[in-house]
């Protein structure tokens, strides 16, 4: 009898923990559908309102419009600031936040002034990547984003990062490539990376055009 009590109760410790489980996956879930549907719809339609007035400004010949205008493109861009500080809390709770707040920052960071259309999405638990995975990461994000920005003549790109059984980062954009006689150090510094990391680091063009990296490392 004491046998079945334990078996029992192991049952039910186990039904206890898979419910949790399940509840921290949920939560998990619509956080990052709610930090998704934030960036991919809202802060992309102030950024076109932003570029719009910036655009009015710019042809405006009264001096009080053209005063009024730009202070509501300063108004957009604080705007879209708390919406990435809210972006980053959402990820934040979620237990990864310092990762995925250094991703955004460094998106954020090499857009910046340019008028390129980013979509950042992140999934799985962030939070159990190591201190140094996580800075392979981020140097994988800046290198190829630098390579959009310098080279690729590109009107969006896309930043995805998953963590499951391995990390997956993965930057795609719609440009025309590298060219042939850009340097090459900062690749070949991340395919190291890789390779230290027992993971792999892919090139390649997309069915449509342009450059997708794909960086991926296993977790443990």
Known sequence: MAAAFAEQAALA?????DQRRLHELQVLGDRDRIARDLHDHVI??????GLGLQSARQRARNPDLRLRLGALVEDAQSIIGEIRSAIFDLHGETGGGYLGRQLHEAVAELTAGTS????????????????????????VVREALANTVRHAGATAVAVLVSAADELTVEVTDDGTGIPADAGHRGLRDLAGRATRSNGTMTL?????GGTRLVWTAPLA
Not at 13 to 17: G, K, W
Not at 44 to 49: E, H, T, V
């Open 13 to 17: 410790l186990q039904l206890a923990d």
């Open 44 to 49: 992309q339609r102030l950024f076109a309102l």
């Open 116 to 139: 390129l259309q980013t979509t950042v999405r992140m999934s799985g638990p962030l939070g159990v990547i190591s201190a140094g995975l996580g800075e392979h990461a981020e140097a």
């Open 204 to 208: 390649t063009a997309p069915p449509g």
